[in-house]
């Protein structure tokens, strides 16, 4: 993509033209970059969006973003994407004003009828509504969780592992005791192991039912 070296310069009406003014915000530095930047005297480029990036958002990785951009400009109605010659272009509806001597492209005129697809370059629009059912389609599964955990009613509660767990003292002192016992010592250390053992075999349980495993092939 090539445009010729043409100073334009963005007016107060331009600002106020309705096309610009219904276009979303965000997709209002890109509308600016083809003003100023990516198109031709008459508002016109090949939509390549990796050309159109580069020119708009040099150094950065924004190809995905100036084709939501296009997408959202073009229902706006700031730009007319249409197809000739085997490729995709786009023509803005209104192009900045310049020197009447410098305003020509090589470009393709645009047709009368404006198209409302934005079907080559790549599958590029099929690609954008794809993400978007993707999107919803993944949001949609996050609520359905929500209401299904909130439709199952309260939970029964687990039993404390202390209710099972040995006792803490020997035979003699079954509530332990604060003088030293050798009993009572050998018996707290064999409650506490119980009770890490449990609490492990919990966490190991739950692990092993949120883990992912790949198909084995023998």
Do not use: N
């Not at 020197?99 to 934005?118: G, I, M, Q, Y």
Request: net charge negative; with cysteine.
């Amino acid at each position: 993509m090539s445009t010729r070296s043409v100073q334009r310069r963005i007016s107060a009406e331009d600002m106020r033209w309705p096309g610009y003014l219904r276009a979303p915000h965000e997709s209002k530095p890109t509308a600016i970059g083809l003003w100023t930047t990516a198109t031709d005297p008459l508002g016109r480029c090949e939509l390549v969006p990796e050309l159109i990036a580069a020119a708009i958002y040099p150094g950065q990785a924004a190809t995905d973003l100036v084709i939501d951009h296009l997408l959202m400009l073009a229902d706006s109605g700031f730009l007319t994407i249409y197809e000739e010659q085997g490729s995709e272009w786009i023509a803005l509806r209104r192009p900045l004003r310049v020197d009447a001597r410098l305003a020509s492209s090589d470009a393709p005129e645009p047709p009368r009828e404006p198209s409302r697809t934005f079907a080559a370059v790549g599958g590029a629009g099929a690609r954008a509504r794809e993400r978007v059912q993707v999107e919803s389609a993944e949001r949609e599964s996050e609520w359905a969780r929500w209401r299904a955990e909130q439709e199952r009613g309260p939970r029964r509660p687990k039993r404390p592992l202390l209710l099972d767990a040995p006792p803490i003292g020997c035979p003699d002192h079954p509530h332990g005791r604060f003088e030293d016992c050798g009993p009572c010592g050998t018996a707290r250390r064999q409650h506490d192991k119980f009770i890490a053992q449990e609490r492990y075999t919990q966490q190991m349980t739950e692990y092993e039912q949120g883990a992912e495993w790949p198909d084995e092939t023998f």
